[in-house]
């Protein structure tokens, strides 16, 4: 698992690329916000969180699976990954940021993810 990454992975690319080429410039991994997340847009006090099917436990994903052997480690690791994304989202939403989250699997259709992403982004936050 040392080699898993937790930045810079293709689905995070994906939407950086895309984010950019749409014309939106953002920060990466702000330290200094709960959970560091993958995009930040300061300007915009929105926050774009990427997560992996797996290791998210995307609901409804053919992704998210446990694997058949030493299921009782699994279900606890990834059931405290699930915690742990609520409780960076709540602080996010409690600081008065936007939080948006990309699956892995919704980064195969760019259309639909620039549109998404394109909505989230030119929305104006509220006072």
Do not use: Y
């Amino acid at each position: 698992m040392a080699r898993i990454r937790h930045k810079d992975t293709k689905p995070e690319m994906k939407v950086r690329r895309l984010a950019h080429r749409l014309g939106f410039r953002f920060r990466l991994h702000r330290p200094d916000l709960p959970g560091k997340p993958d995009l930040v847009f300061p300007s915009r006090r929105a926050a774009i969180l990427v997560h992996g099917c797996f290791w998210h436990q995307h609901e409804g994903c053919r992704k998210a699976t446990i694997p058949r052997t030493r299921q009782d480690f699994w279900e606890a690791k990834l059931g405290r990954n699930v915690e742990r994304d609520r409780a960076t989202e709540a602080a996010l939403r409690k600081l008065g940021w936007r939080v948006l989250v990309v699956w892995e699997c919704e980064t195969s259709d760019e259309e639909a993810l620039s549109k998404r992403l394109t909505g989230f982004l030119e929305e104006q936050p509220s006072e």
